[in-house]
T-cell receptor
């Protein structure tokens, strides 16, 4: 069974701080997604990566395949970054069949 | 703009009633998914469909039904057999069934059973 664990579950920080959210998975991946869920419930896909590092604006996602670990970093955090961040492991369970396993999410609050 | 439209955004249901949640996409995506989200838990897959007129059960399909008569539409019916239907429901789609495809989510539907 593949499991995805995120840490921390809740994170509160001051505006401007550097934020790191961690994700560990127990089985190999085809790709790992980072999602952002806003307070109203809408979800946006931030990154999809299977190796290395990706950067978009102030957000950086990294993945270490050997360690089965990914991190999401936010530089110069801002109150509008407050959201739930969800890690998703998209893995192949057999040829032609793939499954998504979701982490429980990390609730980030950035105070002004 | 292309995207996924879910409706209604909020829905109240009496016990014993069936309700249908709508999910429509104009992204020309092949695969569509329904997820359920409960507080403090990750999203759980209810049903998914990779092509028209075909769908498969996810991890928590009991008490739910779906149809995929058109590529654009993947409605979810929450039946009276679902013992704990109060939850937030998310519809998603992707171009194909491989991990290389980005997931697009709808805004969600919040169902409350009175």
């Amino acid at each position: 069974k593949n499991e995805v664990e995120q840490s921390p579950q809740n994170l509160t920080a001051q505006e401007g701080e550097f934020i790191t959210i961690n994700c560990s998975y127990s089985v190999g991946i085809s790709a790992l997604h980072w999602l952002q869920q806003h307070p109203g419930g809408g979800i946006v896909s931030l990154f999809m990566l299977s190796s290395g590092k990706k950067k978009h604006g102030r957000l950086i996602a990294t993945i270490n395949i050997q360690e089965k670990h990914s991190s999401l970093h936010i530089t110069a955090s801002h109150p509008r970054d407050s959201a739930v961040y969800i890690c998703v492991d998209w893995w192949a369970i057999e040829v032609g069949a793939q499954k998504l396993v979701f982490g429980q999410g990390t609730r980030l609050t950035i105070n002004p | 703009d292309g995207g996924i439209t879910q409706s209604p955004k909020y829905l109240f249901r009496k016990e014993g009633q069936n309700v249908t949640l709508s999910c429509e996409q104009n992204l020309n995506h092949d695969a569509m998914y329904w997820y359920r989200q409960d507080p403090g838990q990750g999203l759980r897959l209810i049903y998914y469909s990779q092509i028209v007129n075909d769908f498969q059960k996810g991890d928590i399909a009991e008490g739910y039904s779906v149809s995929r008569e058109k590529k654009e539409s993947f409605p979810l019916t929450v039946t009276s057999a679902q013992k704990n239907p109060t939850a937030f429901y998310l519809c998603a789609s992707s171009m194909g069934k491989t991990a290389a495809n980005v997931l697009t989510f709808g805004a969600g539907s919040r169902l409350t059973v009175l």
